[in-house]
Nanobody, 113 residues
Framework: QVQLVESGGGLVQPGGSLRLSCAASGIIFDITAMDWYRQAPGKQRELVATISSNGRSNYADSVKGRFSISRDNAKEMVYLQMNSLKPEDTAVYYC???????WGQGTQVTVSS
């Protein structure tokens, strides 16, 4: 049974930081790229960051220099370190196992003073 479980969301003030985690099970983790997406109310889901099976990463222009994606294949985990958060980063964040096209249930991130 494939499972992706996100955690680490919450309420943070502008300029603050959060670290999201995604725990994978039921997949061959080290063969698949992993993505982080987000969806804000009334907006389309957008790709935030992606990391290949060998660790190469890419980012949306809106988060470059502020967010960092990483993975631990031994633990079957993917992370999204988010720094210098802005109110426009408020969204539900989802991880996705690219090879399997499987999504987690999402974790809410709210950036507000």
């Amino acid at each position: 049974q494939v499972q992706l479980v996100e955690s680490g969301g919450g309420l943070v003030q502008p300029g603050g930081s959060l670290r999201l985690s995604c725990a994978a099970s039921g997949i061959i983790f080290d063969i698949t790229a992993m993505d982080w997406y987000r969806q804000a109310p009334g907006k389309q889901r957008e790709l935030v960051a992606t990391i290949s099976s060998n660790g190469r990463s890419n980012y949306a222009d809106s988060v470059k220099g502020r967010f960092s994606i990483s993975r631990d294949n031994a633990k079957e985990m993917v992370y999204l370190q988010m720094n210098s958060l802005k109110p426009e980063d408020t969204a539900v964040y989802y991880c996705r196992a690219v090879w399997y096209d499987y999504w987690g249930q999402g974790t809410q991130v709210t950036v507000s003073s």
